[in-house]
Every structure is written in structure tokens, then in C-alpha cells.
């Protein structure tokens, strides 16, 4: 019998108690889930905020867009030259306010570029040649660390050309692959193309064996690469 007793306005009714359980556990239940859902946005939040990250920002990380990405690695072998490309890329790029306000310190290379990280996914690397993409991956351990990535560590030096829109910067960073790192300069171009639309471009010469990766082999060693390699990047980032 699920029949219970409820005083209600001074008078004794009959309900069913299946009836009222039910209705208690459907409230519990979303007060239950309500504070969760508080909690998840509390962690988030401070997350963000130990983090360092600007949720307010429109350069904030998840709000950068890349495209017209050109990515090369190109070398030679003791048969023929060869080279692979990439078109994705992503990242991280904090630009300084004086690119696009000239009443800021022009000359403190921190109030241009405030910080970069870049990477390229190792699958989109192509050769045209999937024996070579294959080896290729082998070489770069891409089951373990599955992109090539930079890390700017400093502006060292700059200088701009004819335009106020145009900058080239002498960068120091690390680039990281097959779980090894590299420290390198070279010399980057940065173009404002609008307000929010970045167009940057920049070369460097490396040795596989700069990042412990042997030069790779193929046909039982009848085709050897060299181990010096040439990395040429242009690409667009809006904000």
C-alpha cells in the first residue's frame, strides 16, 4: 500500500507516497546537477585566470586564424633534391599594441610581438611520395610527438622598413621535433595587413642532427639524404 497522510490546511488528505518521493528525488536531482554546473564554471574560470589567459582579449589563443599557411622543409640527397610541404598550422602570437598604435614605445621589441608558440601537425607534412612520408614519420617519431613546434624566447634586435606596417625582427626561439630541442636565430618579417590580419614570413637553415634525428635512407641505402635542411614558412594569422 503506497498510501500516506498529509496534513494539509488543517485537514488530513490521502496521497501516494510513490507520488512524493518521486517529486523530492526530481528536486534533488536539480540541485544536485545545479551545483555542479557551478562548480565546472568556478574551475574554469580560475583555470583561465592562473593561466594567464585574457578571456576578454581578441587575441586571446582560441580567437587566432590561420591561413594561406605555406610551410617547406626542403633538402637534397645524393640523388636528387626533395622537400615536403604543410598548409595547417596553429598556435599562439601576441602582438603589441604599437603595431597598430604609434603613440606606444616603438622601440621596446616586447611592445610588438609579446609572445609566440607555433606548431605543425606531423600528418600534414606531404612529400608527394608515401614511402618518403612514411619514413619520414618513422624519423620523426610521430606515434610519440605528433607535431613540429616553436617557441619564441626573445626579440633580439629590429628594424623597419620603408613602412610603418612592415617590421623584421631578429628572433631567438627553440624549435622542438622528435621529442628533441634546438635553440636557433633568424630573421622574421612581420607585415600588418589590417588592424586584426597579420602577414608573417621567415626562413631557417637546421641539421637533422641538430634535433638527434639520422638523416633518413631509402632503397637499402641507395638514395641517402643529407643532413642539412632548409625550413621556409608565410602565413596569415588574424585576430
Not at 528525488?25 to 574554469?44: A, G, H, T
Request: net charge negative; with cysteine.
Amino acid at each position: 500500500m503506497n498510501e500516506c497522510f498529509l496534513l494539509v490546511n488543517d485537514k488530513v488528505q490521502v496521497t501516494n507516497g510513490m507520488a512524493i518521493f518521486k517529486s523530492m528525488s526530481n528536486m534533488y536531482f536539480r540541485k544536485v546537477m545545479l551545483l555542479l554546473i557551478s562548480c565546472v564554471v568556478s574551475v574554469s574560470l580560475c583555470y583561465a585566470h592562473n593561466s594567464g589567459l585574457d578571456l576578454n582579449s581578441s587575441n586571446s589563443p582560441s580567437s587566432l586564424h590561420f591561413s594561406d599557411v605555406e610551410f617547406r622543409i626542403s633538402g637534397t640527397s645524393n640523388v636528387r633534391d626533395w622537400k615536403v610541404v604543410s598548409d595547417s598550422m596553429g598556435g599562439t602570437i601576441r602582438f603589441g599594441p604599437a603595431f597598430t598604435d604609434p603613440d606606444e614605445n616603438s622601440d621596446n621589441p616586447g611592445n610588438w610581438i609579446e609572445e609566440v608558440y607555433l606548431y605543425i601537425p606531423n600528418h600534414s607534412l606531404d612529400s608527394g611520395n608515401a614511402v618518403m612520408n612514411q619514413t619520414m614519420n618513422n624519423s620523426l617519431k610521430s606515434e610519440t610527438y605528433d607535431k613540429l613546434e616553436y617557441r619564441m624566447v626573445n626579440i633580439e634586435d629590429m628594424s623597419a622598413s620603408n613602412s610603418y606596417d612592415e617590421r623584421s625582427f631578429v628572433v631567438n626561439g627553440v624549435v622542438s621535433a622528435a621529442g628533441s630541442e634546438h635553440e636557433l636565430k633568424h630573421e622574421v618579417l612581420v607585415l600588418l595587413v589590417s588592424e586584426d590580419t597579420f602577414r608573417i614570413s621567415g626562413s631557417f637553415d637546421l641539421n637533422m642532427t641538430d634535433l638527434d634525428i639520422a638523416p633518413p635512407t631509402f632503397m637499402r641505402g641507395a638514395l641517402t639524404t643529407t643532413d642539412a635542411v632548409k625550413v621556409d614558412y608565410n602565413f596569415t594569422v588574424n585576430r
